[in-house]
Structures are given as structure tokens and as C-alpha cells.
């Protein structure tokens, strides 16, 4: 049974389609990829699903329960938590301080709690702090835990983007662009991270620009091209359709068909 299913989903923007009629579904521990030329609507389809847009149509079902139109944090809570494409890193915070965050901006409670430092308040502290530890150990980060988040590499800030984004123990992760601007070895250490977290039943939708990288690590991959679904499948298949191929022309079609290879 499918954990996220995307149904009919649509959005304008003034005059402009930006998503039209978009549908498909995600398994537990499926990795699924949205791929399209500049401007397809991969960004503004992610933020529909992510409650960070109001889709204009269509429905967004976790678990057999509707949830379009519901918001961010309260996603986060029934088990849908993503990150994003520009790092939402705190550079003058620790890095343990950091993946906290994650808890922080979900957990229940109050500021007048936290204010008085209740005993209650308190535990929950300690317990997110462990629990934060055991995340960064999760992405490689465990040693690096006392550091200023600042002094990491760009790939280990996406990892630390990542632990921040397991805190609540997601049953389906969003990850826009986790490769972006990251070199070779520290998409490869990505790429086995997603893998990871894929294997332990996390359902993970990927919106991602390094086409390689798609076509290694997805297991069904969905093609925008102006706003609308013109194709879906295995990436082997995916990189031979036509239709594709020709909405990539002038932009990633060598790439495309690299990838196949
Ligand atoms: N908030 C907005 N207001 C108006 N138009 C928007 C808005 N967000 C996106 N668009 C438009 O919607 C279309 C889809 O944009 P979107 O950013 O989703 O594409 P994308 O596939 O993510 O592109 P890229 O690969 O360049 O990130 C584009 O024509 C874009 O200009």
C-alpha cells in the first residue's frame, strides 16, 4: 500500500499553470525522484506536498489520511518532514545545537514552559539532546557533535540538514536538492545516507539536479516538463522515453542519456 499518494494536483500562479494534474505515489522505503528542465514545477510542486503552498487542486494523502492544505509542522508531526534547497543552518550554533532545532520547532509544549525550565521541560531537553546524538551519529556527524556548525564542509552541513530533518522520525522525507553544490565524495556520502534511511522504510521524494546521481539512487522516477507529469518509471527507462529526452533537449539531454549507461 502506498504511504504518500499525490493525486491531481495543480496550482496557478496569476495566468500561469505552474502545476497541472499531478499524481503518483510513494511506497515505504521507496526512493522517488522529480526531474524536469528549469521551470517545470518541481519546486512549487514540492512545496504543495510540504503544506508550504496551498495547491489550488487535487488532494495529498500520508498514510490514507488527507493532508493537503495542512501545515508544515503539523505534516511534521503525522510523520512528513523535508528540507530545504538553500541550508537552514544556524553557522554561529554548535552542531549538535543545530540538529536540536529539529526538535525544537516540533516538539509540544509552551514558552512560558521553557521560560520557567519545568522539571517536564527539562527531560524533554535532555531528551531531544540524546536523541539529536544519536541522529548525528545516524549521518556521520557524531564526533563533529561539539563543533560550530560554521566550520563544517558544505556536504557535511547537508548531512547535518538532514539529521535535523529525521528528528521527528519521518515516515516519508522530502529532500529538495540534497546534492546541490556538493562535490563528488560528498554526494557519494549523500547518496549512501538516503540509501540508509530508504532501508529502515523511510519513503524519500527527492527533488535533485545531478541527473547520476537520480538515476543511482531512485527506484521511480516522475518527469515535469511545464508544469505537467510527461512521464514516469525505472531510470533505465525513464532516460530512453522520447518525450523526455526531448524535454531535456538544449538543456540536460546528454546527460540524461549518460546517465543510463
Ligand atoms: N511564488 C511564485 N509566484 C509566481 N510564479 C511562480 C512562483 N513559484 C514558481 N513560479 C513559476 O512557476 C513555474 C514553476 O517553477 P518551479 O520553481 O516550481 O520550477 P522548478 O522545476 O523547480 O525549476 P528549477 O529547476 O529552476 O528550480 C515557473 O514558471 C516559475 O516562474
Not at 109 to 114: C, E, H, P, R
Request: hydrophobic share 45%.
Amino acid at each position: 500500500m502506498s504511504l504518500l499518494q499525490i493525486e491531481g494536483l495543480g496550482i496557478d500562479f496569476g495566468g500561469l499553470r505552474a502545476v497541472h494534474d499531478v499524481g503518483f505515489s510513494l511506497k515505504p522505503g521507496e526512493v522517488v525522484s522529480v526531474i524536469g528542465p528549469n521551470g517545470a514545477g518541481k519546486t512549487t510542486l514540492f512545496n504543495m506536498i510540504s503544506g508550504a503552498y496551498q495547491p489550488g487542486r487535487g488532494r495529498v494523502v500520508l498514510d490514507g489520511e488527507e493532508v493537503t492544505r495542512m501545515p508544515p509542522h503539523l505534516l511534521a508531526r503525522r510523520g512528513l518532514s523535508r528540507t530545504f534547497q538553500n541550508l537552514q543552518i544556524f553557522q554561529n550554533m554548535t552542531v549538535l545545537e543545530n540538529a536540536m532545532v529539529g526538535h525544537h520547532l516540533y516538539e509540544r509544549g509552551s514558552v512560558l514552559a521553557d521560560l520557567l525550565a519545568l522539571p517536564a521541560t527539562r527531560r524533554r531537553s535532555r531528551q531531544a539532546a540524546d536523541n539529536s546524538r544519536r541522529l548525528l551519529d545516524r549521518v556521520g556527524l557524531g564526533r563533529a557533535a561539539e563543533q560550530e556548525a560554521g566550520a563544517l564542509s558544505y556536504g557535511a552541513l547537508k548531512r547535518l540538514e538532514i539529521a535535523r530533518a529525521l528528528a521527528l522520525n519521518p515516515r516519508v522525507l522530502l529532500l529538495d536538492e540534497p546534492a546541490a553544490g556538493c562535490n563528488a565524495v560528498e554526494t557519494e556520502e549523500i547518496d549512501h545516507l538516503i540509501a540508509a534511511v530508504a532501508a529502515e522504510g523511510v519513503a524519500i521524494l527527492l527533488v535533485e539536479h545531478d541527473m547520476k546521481m537520480v538515476m543511482r539512487i531512485s527506484n521511480h522516477i516522475v518527469v515535469l516538463d511545464h508544469g505537467e507529469k510527461i512521464a514516469e518509471g525505472e531510470p533505465a527507462a525513464v532516460a530512453r522515453n522520447a518525450r523526455v529526452i526531448e524535454a531535456y533537449l538544449g538543456t540536460q539531454a546528454g546527460e540524461a542519456g549518460h546517465a543510463d549507461s
